[in-house]
């Protein structure tokens, strides 16, 4: 049997004949070791019977059944032969039938959370999905001679592990944006570069804080820093958002906070900024707590209207505040590159940590990022864009203005690249959503969103991506949808 099993094998198309006999005959046998054509104990044909059977030289059959030996396989018995060990692996077979008693491996319950809660991925239909820029806009040719000339350049140590927090120039050329647009106060030194928010996130989640340890979260909240969070095994403290951004008056002091994420320029997905009065009264809020401030600042390059709002950071006078961004939306998703203001006293632990933990690289494209900004292309096509997505917004504004009313209105209109809808209560935005969605359209609902709250509806309209054509078409579905559904 053991034969005929290992001859068949041998003959089978698709045998690797690349390998040598020995090797695919050790192969053969192995295999009908472990699908248990031969039983743990039986005593095995001698190897001349072997050789003799599968028509090879006995050279062969002994090299094969010398490296099955050495591997555990068999046992060798000195005057009596070889047997198959008693200490197999029980064959695929029989391990089904004995699955139902047996604890078969499982994600952990916080593996569980993390694949199944707070999802981007559901009803993930164009047009007006939010988060989504129009990177076919992105100048590609530019791009493509920026980075082949910095790896043309690139020298062996450019194409090592970063110890430094990023290519020097790229963060000289942050630094100097921030400082100007975004009015934070830094020294290029403070800025480490990341993959993006996920990983700035991530980092200050891990140095900042400790498992079990609480950050208050706005609510709703961007599902990325929930996951964040999660996965760090941080407990998080949902604080309802209001007009003016998280309210933390409505926080429960006892769930005393490690860390605060706040989204304070365009709240996520809610869209409003926070008041000044709100600015100040988290940092002291903060304060009171020992608590760290995380400032995500995800969209703020395209301001359509109101007033410029400045950052948190621009604010804080005792270095708490962690300020983070990223060129997702400017450059392109893919580019997966962030970057993180710490303060002073943590520069070093987290470029010595970020090293041990991520160790982070990527300086050609760095570089090619850098000169990018210093040529000025950066800010070319924040302007190019700027006016490609105030179009669009215009257009989705206009196409909505139908089913808007007292209890219908729109929120975070005035930044990035996407809006909110608020619904009355009675609203279902989750039905609202399915019916777009099987019109081919991503409405998201913002109780989808929320972590505690139940007083909360809406829909979460993306315009960054879809083409003016498209929200012509598109836009009038929507205001329709929501008009008979309310
Ligand atoms: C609130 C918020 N932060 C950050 C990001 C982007 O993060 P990343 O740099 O990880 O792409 C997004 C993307 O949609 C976002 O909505």
Known sequence: MLSEFVSTQLAAPGANNRHSLHRRLYEAMRRALLEGHVAPGDRLPSSRDLAHDLALSRNTVVAALTQLTVEGYLVSRVGSGTYVSEHLPRPSRARRTVSSAAQAPRLSPRGERLSRDYCA???????????????????????QRLQNKHWRWSYAEMLDYSTSGGYGPLRRAVADYLRVFRAVQLDAEQVIITTGTQQSLELCAQLLAD???????EDPAYWGAVKAFMATGLKLHAVPVDAEGIAPAAADDKAKPRLIYVTPSHQYPTGGVMSLTRRQLLLDRARAHGAWILEDDYDSEFRYGGPPVS???????DERVLYMGTFSKVMYPGIK????VVPKALVEPFKQAHYDLNRPGQLPV??????????????ATIRKMRQTYGERRAALLAALKPCLSREVVISGAEQGLHLCVHLPARGDDRAIARKAAAQGI?????SAYCLQRRDVRGLVIGYGYAP??????YGPVCADLISANI
């Open 121 to 143: 991925s559901e009803l993930e239909v164009q047009p007006f999905t939010p988060g989504i820029a129009d990177f076919s806009a992105f100048p590609l040719k530019l791009w």
């Open 211 to 217: 498992h079990g340890d609480t950050v208050w979260i």
């Open 311 to 317: 950052s948190l950071e621009g604010l804080d006078k």
């Open 337 to 340: 590159i962030g970057y993180l």
């Open 366 to 379: 760095q570089a090619a990022l850098a000169e990018f900004i210093e040529q000025g292309h950066f800010a």
């Open 442 to 446: 991503t409405l998201r609902p913002l």
């Open 468 to 473: 003016l054509k498209a929200i012509e078409e």
